[in-house]
């Protein structure tokens, strides 16, 4: 392969930008390490799978002192969810007895928890996100990663890092190439 020109240096590279990829990113920039994610497509507004928040989420958001600001996005709630089989009432699942903050699950477009989690890291200098950042390969010192090659709408671009991250989902270049 021919080496790429355009290189960028930091501590963690971070392949994709989906809730995982996007909640580590913002936690790792919180906590003053160096860290870019890279998401293939231009923009969070796409199908997911995942249009819920967990109790455990709501806890997380109160727990990093975002839960006020976390609660005026646009979601719904549920304590409890029922269902009617063969004329038979059937209790699903009663959120109501957790003893966490927000007892129950809530259901957001996923495109907007990307937001919210990617306005909140903006605010950290050492958080980069980079829109139409498609990995291609993975760059290999002896048998140790470090870095990655990218696709970018500026050409090709290198990002070495101390640690690479694969949280780009079922179809993962990262898990492909490693």
Avoid at 64 to 79: A, C, D, T
Avoid at 160 to 177: F, Q, T, Y
Wanted: hydrophobic share 45%; aromatic share 8%.
């Amino acid at each position: 392969m021919e080496p790429v020109e355009n290189k960028l240096t930091t501590t963690c590279c971070i392949v994709g930008g989906g809730p995982a990829g996007m909640m580590l990113g913002f936690l790792l920039a919180r906590g003053g390490v160096n860290v870019i994610v890279l998401e293939k497509h231009a923009d969070f507004n796409r199908d997911f799978r995942g249009d819920t928040i967990h109790p455990s989420t709501f806890l997380i958001m109160e727990e990093l002192g975002l839960r006020q600001e976390f609660l005026k996005v646009p979601h719904q709630e549920i304590e409890k969810f029922s269902a009617v089989f063969n004329d038979k009432l059937m209790h699903i699942a009663d959120f109501t007895h957790l003893a966490v903050s927000k007892s129950a699950l809530g259901l957001m477009p996923q495109w907007d928890f990307l937001k919210f989690v990617q306005e909140h890291a903006a605010k950290y200098e050492c958080f980069k996100l980079m829109m139409n950042a498609r990995v291609t390969d993975l760059v290999w010192a002896d048998e140790t990663v470090t870095g990655v090659n990218v696709q970018t709408d500026n050409g090709p671009l290198q990002v070495n890092a101390k640690l690479v991250v694969g949280a780009d989902g079922r179809h993962s270049v990262i898990r492909e190439k490693a």
